[in-house]
């Protein structure tokens, strides 16, 4: 109790200092509250006829606002909820009842409007102070407006005290649907959610990502830039810049702010910008645009979208094109009538209209001179005559179309709305009938407001509601600003519907002036991404990287973020838009490579056996005889397992495929290159020079067989050991990154471990084979290969180097590259070693003959020895044959015997002793190399064996 008395207490006290009459300003020439029509329920309405405050950034006293810069827009708006009333009262929807109204102008002031809300409160000149405003009953029962949401949410937070019900039809700002703040407040307009959403969905649709926003210093601005971001970053709209400047123009640094936003649109690369500005910032903003010959594409806030001055601005045609959203339009015939013929309300009186008359006839003195004060309106706007023309009789009679063609009539659809939502209201309030209203018409505000926001009314045949915040969520109409000679008219392109959220348009009634071909402007920070190529964000959104996918996924549409993975069964290569079928990749029978490699093994196995019948045909000949047939036919069953090998590369891959042609050409090739290495051994040990010693010792180690044998058989363990450690295998990793090919292939098993010894060792044995022939590649061909050796196991030593980084580098292509290399190898041994002899016995080129090669040699020695007078040790060759320097070289023909069938050769000798040459064994199994033995009779003198 003691504390409802101090609030009482307290509430008295300010208002025995405030309750000053709020009418006492408002009885001058131009009353602040200038139109009223006495009814039984009472309506104010706010309304800024005038746009702006004169030096209010000056003022320090409380005294009254001059208010200057008609408003024909929000004149058009009051006009629209006079004749509304004036339409309800004509047509007796309240039997035995009119509607009254009061309107006060709030000149897009905050403070102003609270001022005049307090006069439309006030009883008696005077407004009573009590701690529970229940039973309050004022005369004005429901308040329209205001305009502006900085204006509305002041007026709100008064009202709300009383719960008097405010109707706004313009007043957008999502902070109004705040039921907790605002608990009175209704509006017949959706909440800017809706519009930014709208906004957000507009740009999508051309594809701009990439817009600038400037915003007022207001709570409007500021509340509709916050939904808008939300938006924004919900559908992939950036910002390239944010800009917000104050909401009033004629504070000093306004106009510097205003060129320092212009030039941050002109030089961003943002093509399209938002403007969530008043019209007359807006207008500011295109001036200096228009000053730096700078377009871009604009989009208009509903406060904006549809303003009648913007669009007949001088020069308004360069700025560019203008989009606009603004809440449901309707034109009303009956209002355009009423336009045309203006008249205050009978009975009452409108300062307004009277305002309005003289401007437009030029009847205010001070407008028609030569240096007009700032309120007065431009020409281009009121058509202004020449100074002293005023029209008395137009300006009583208000016979003109002025207002019909200079703003759009059509956006008072939502004002004569709430005035049918109050009436209807009313009526159930009221409990009115065909004939009378018998409710009690002094109400509480508070029971208008109850019943207001759960009615459901009809209203130019469409059934509308309010929400659980006291909101319309009807739509918008996309406004565009089509080209109409100097100035611009509003066309409507499409709508969008706020309850499912779609947006609708039709693009041919749009004509591009920004751009020369007609086409749609471009506003991106980043290209679009095409169909195989992804967005890669920087730290901007919308500035990115286009990315191409990888092999294996895809993409098939612009500006996508992510590939998509192939399904089974196909795939892509990289920067792919769709995925193929794959194709299975291996040697087919069918194609041309392996063809080849099929006809090269099977050539070469078939040059094998007609070599292998040279061999036999002629057996008995030189040439075939130093080349040791039966050694040369182990040699080339080696090289025909390793031609076999060859075919098994061919075909489907299987786990016995992959075994085998490895095997089959580590075990042949090894047979092969061990006969190669016994050939190089045996010539090794019979011309070159050893002690005697150590020539038994090397001579001890002269087994072929069991070189060939152990040498085989090596291999074999090295290959058993591969298969069970290390088995090959068919390969698992299948997918070529660079071919839509599944690559089926054996690999060499997990690691190249055994694979690698299993080469390593052929090289190993090629290595020590080149090496002993190239020891001897001074001994005579006829006793030797070692020029075939030579040549041969520098060939493979060759291709097989040149085949392991091929071998590496080759993903893929690993199978061709060892069978290429099993063949050219192989073929080296064959042209090498085979086709010389084969040469030579078809055509009988036997060489020098046996007594020849002696007598050379002899010479040779001779000359050598006698250059090395000192030299007194006998040829301690391996043969263990020594020819006497004495012996006359004519003396070996004359006395040389043979027996070809025992291979042995006699020859005489001056001395009477006898010189015995004993050919190679016709055994590959001979222990002994080639010798040349001596008689019994052994030469004394001995001289120092020399190397052919």
Not at 63 to 73: G, K, S, Y
Not at 79 to 91: C, D, F, K, P, Q
Not at 355 to 378: A, H, I, M, V
Request: glycine residues 6%; neutral net charge; aromatic residues 12%.
């Amino acid at each position: 109790m003691q504390i409802s008395l101090l609030c009482c207490g307290l509430l008295g006290l300010v208002a025995s200092t405030a309750s000053t009459p709020a009418a006492s300003g408002c009885g001058s020439a131009e009353p602040t509250c200038g139109a009223r029509f006495q009814g039984d329920v009472m309506i104010g309405l706010l309304m800024p006829c005038h746009s702006k405050i004169e030096n209010l950034h000056h003022r320090l006293r409380p005294e009254m606002f001059p208010c200057t810069d008609f408003d024909l827009v929000a004149f058009m708006r009051s006009l629209a909820v006079i004749h509304m009333i004036e339409e309800i009262n004509a047509s007796g929807f309240l039997p035995g009842l009119s509607l009254g109204y009061v309107m006060c102008d709030t000149c897009a002031d905050a403070t102003m409007a609270l001022q005049n809300v307090e006069y439309m409160l006030a009883v008696n000149n005077s407004r009573q102070v009590m701690c529970d405003y229940t039973d309050f009953r004022p005369a004005v029962k429901a308040v329209l407006g205001a305009r502006y949401s900085e204006v509305s949410i002041a007026v709100a937070r008064l009202l709300s005290i009383f719960m008097i019900p405010q109707l706004s039809s313009t007043s957008s700002s999502p902070s109004l649907s705040d039921i907790l703040r605002f608990p009175s407040f209704m509006r017949t307009v959706p909440s800017d959610t809706h519009q930014t959403k709208a906004l957000t969905k507009l740009m999508a649709h051309f594809n701009w990502d990439w817009v600038g926003v400037v915003y007022g210093d207001d709570d409007y601005g500021k509340a509709a830039f916050r939904s808008f971001l939300r938006d924004a970053e919900e559908i992939g709209v950036c910002l390239a810049y944010q800009e917000m400047i104050p909401h009033y123009l004629d504070h000093k640094t306004s106009i510097r702010r205003i060129r320092q936003v212009v030039r941050q649109i002109s030089s961003s690369n943002a093509q399209v910008v938002l403007l969530i500005l008043k019209s007359e910032l807006v207008g500011a903003i295109f001036k200096e645009m228009i000053r730096e010959g700078t377009s871009r594409t604009w989009i208009a806030s509903d406060i904006w979208s549809l303003s009648g001055p913007l669009a007949h601005m001088e020069g308004i045609s360069q700025v560019g094109d203008i989009f606009g959203f603004s809440f449901v339009t309707r034109k009303s015939e009956a209002f355009d009538d009423y336009l045309k013929n203006l008249r205050p309300t009978p009975g009452g009186y409108n300062h307004f209209i009277e305002k309005y008359k003289n401007l437009r006839f030029n009847c205010t003195p001070e407008c028609g001179t030569d240096d007009p004060p700032s309120y007065c309106p431009t020409s281009d706007l009121l058509n202004i005559k020449s100074p002293h023309a005023c029209d008395y009789t137009n300006a009583q009679d208000g016979n003109d179309d002025f207002l019909t063609t200079a703003v759009d009539s059509s956006g008072s659809h939502n004002e004569r709305m709430a005035v049918s939502a109050v009436a209807h209201a009313l009526k159930e309030l009221l409990r009115c009938n065909d004939s009378s209203c018998p409710g009690e018409i002094n109400f509480p505000p508070w029971k208008l407001l109850e019943i207001l926001k759960n009615i459901s009314f009809n209203f130019e045949n469409q059934t509308y509601s309010f929400n659980e915040y006291g909101d319309f969520v009807s739509g918008y109409d996309l406004i565009f600003w089509e080209k109409n000679g100097d100035h611009r008219s509003f066309e409507k392109l499409g709508s969008y519907n706020a309850s499912n959220g779609q947006i609708q348009l039709d693009m041919n009634k749009i004509n591009w002036s920004s751009t020369f071909n007609d086409s749609i402007p471009k506003s991106k920070c980043s290209e679009s991404c095409g169909p195989g190529t992804v967005k890669k964000f920087s730290e901007v959104s919308c500035c990115y990287n286009c990315t191409p996918c990888m092999p294996g996924t895809f993409s098939d549409a612009w500006d996508l973020l992510d590939c998509e993975s192939c399904s089974n069964g196909t795939w892509s290569l990289g920067n792919s838009s769709y995925c193929e079928p794959v194709r299975e990749v291996y040697l087919r029978w069918s194609e041309p490579y392996p063809i080849a490699l099929v006809a090269s093994a099977g050539f070469g196995m078939l040059l094998l056996l007609v070599i292998f019948i040279i061999f036999l045909v002629y057996r008995e000949s030189p040439p075939m005889k130093r080349a040791e047939v039966r050694l040369s036919c182990v040699m080339m069953f080696g090289i025909a397992v390793s031609f076999g090998s060859v075919i098994c590369f061919i075909g489907y891959p299987n786990v016995h495929l992959c075994r085998a042609r490895q095997v089959m050409y580590a075990m042949g090739f090894t047979l092969c290159i061990s006969c190669v290495l016994v050939k190089a051994f045996r010539t090794f040990l019979a011309f070159l020079p050893f002690s005697q010693q150590i020539y038994r010792g090397l001579n001890k180690l002269y087994k072929p067989p069991i070189i060939v044998s152990v040498v085989t058989l090596l291999q074999g363990v090295i290959c058993t050991l591969w298969l069970i450690f290390d088995s090959p295998c068919i390969n698992e990793d299948t997918h070529s990154r660079r071919s839509l090919e599944i690559i089926i292939q054996c690999n060499v098993g997990l690691t190249f471990i055994g694979f690698g010894i299993m080469l390593s060792y052929i090289a190993l044995l090629a290595l020590v084979g080149f090496v002993l022939a190239f020891k001897g590649r001074k001994v005579p061909q006829q006793f030797s290969e070692t020029g075939y050796i030579i040549f041969s196991m520098l060939m493979y030593l060759f291709v097989w180097v040149c085949f392991i980084p091929v071998y590496i580098l080759k993903t893929g292509q690993e199978a061709y590259v060892q069978a290429s290399a099993i063949l050219v190898s192989s073929y080296g041994i064959i042209f090498c070693h085979f086709l010389p002899k084969c040469y030579e016995a078809l055509w009988e080129l036997k060489g020098d003959t046996l007594e020849i090669i002696l007598k050379k040699w002899h010479v040779t020695n001779n000359r050598t020895l006698d250059e090395n007078p000192q030299s007194h040790s006998s040829y301690n060759t391996p043969c263990q044959g020594v020819v006497s320097h004495e012996t006359h070289p004519t003396q070996f023909q004359s006395s040389l015997t043979s027996s070809e069938s025992s291979g042995v050769l006699s020859l005489g000798s001056p001395t009477g002793s006898e010189v015995v040459i004993l050919a190679e064994s016709k055994s590959i199994f001979s222990d002994q190399p080639l010798k040349m033995l001596w008689t019994k009779q052994m030469v004394r003198r001995r001289f120092r064996s020399i190397s052919f």
